[in-house]
Structure formats: structure tokens, C-alpha cells
């Protein structure tokens, strides 16, 4: 099986984190917060500190990881720290991929941030997929739907980790 990493491991990450332990997959999950380290563990996750707006702090996450899922879609924060999040820190992110393990990426474009940067953010997404030839899928169900986003969520595994 392979090993995901879920960047943005909050409650819709943990349950996602825990279908994916249960079809066999390892994951990693990442929060800024140290108190929620113990939520992601108890998810069958390995829990780290990795700040997505800090790519330095995220690098070293993605080792050994097959897939990532970038889970931004209702990313809390200052403004300009969230749009950065579906604009450069998402392309610098995507093109340091290219030179690791990850022949996959799940971005969710759906969520309650702002419209524009989601389409900002897909379409960035879009564009690093055909430059690099990185496999992705776009996780476009309303987070509110738990049971469809997970599902989206878990067929987009599927198709990338398929032969």
C-alpha cells in the first residue's frame, strides 16, 4: 500500500486519514497546533507540525509519500496567508514535488474561502499536473456533505494509486 500525506489533517482530514488506515494505506497528517497532534494519532495517522504557509516546515513531511492531499479548502487565517495557500505557496509546493516520491495529488476546490482562489488554486493545480505530468484530481464536493467529500475524497486515492 502507499503512504499519503494530508496536509490540512483537521476533522474532514482525520476521517478521511481514517478510511484510508483502514483500506491499508500508512498516512501522515499535519497541523500547526501541537494540541491536536493526539486527534490525528488517535485518527491511526502519524501527527506532525507542519505549517502549510511554511513550505520549509512541509518538505520534509512529503518523504516517502505516494500521495498528497492538500486540504486548504476552508484553511482559517489572515486573508492574504489563505489566498497564498491556492496561489504561491500551492505552485511553489507542486513544483518541489517534482525531484520527490509523490505521483499524486488531491486538491480540494471546494470549500468555504473565498471562490476565486479555489478557481486560483485548480487552475494552478491544472497547470502543474500538465507541466510536470503529475497525476491529480480536484476534490470539488461540498465539505458540509461529510459522507460525499469523503467519498470524492477516497475515489481520487483510488484512481491515483491505481496501475
Known amino acids: 500500500m502507499a503512504r499519503a500525506l494530508v496536509v490540512g489533517c483537521g476533522c474532514r482530514g482525520r476521517e478521511l486519514a481514517t478510511r484510508l ?31 502549510p504557509n511554511r513550505l520549509a516546515t512541509l518538505i520534509p513531511q512529503i518523504e516517502g509519500a505516494a ?10 487565517g489572515e486573508p492574504e496567508a489563505v489566498a497564498a495557500l491556492h496561489g504561491p505557496r500551492l505552485e511553489s509546493l ?19 474561502v473565498r471562490g476565486e482562489w479555489l478557481e486560483q488554486g485548480a ?6 499536473s ?9 476534490l ?5 456533505d461529510h459522507d460525499a467529500w469523503r467519498a470524492q475524497g477516497l ?7 491505481s496501475p
Open 21 to 51: 488506515v483502514a483500506d491499508g494505506h500508512a498516512v501522515r497528517g499535519t497541523t500547526r497546533d501541537g494540541s491536536r497532534l493526539a486527534a490525528i494519532e488517535s485518527a491511526g495517522a502519524e501527527a506532525v507540525i507542519a505549517d
Open 155 to 161: 475515489a481520487a486515492a483510488g484512481r491515483l494509486l
Open 140 to 144: 470539488t464536493r461540498d465539505p458540509a
Open 94 to 112: 507542486l513544483e518541489a514535488l517534482v525531484d520527490t516520491p509523490v505521483r499524486g495529488v488531491v486538491y480540494e476546490a471546494a470549500g468555504s
Open 67 to 76: 500521495l498528497l492531499f492538500w486540504l486548504m479548502g476552508s484553511a482559517a
Open 123 to 128: 487552475e494552478i493545480a491544472r497547470r502543474a
Open 130 to 138: 500538465a507541466t510536470y505530468r503529475l497525476p491529480l484530481e480536484l
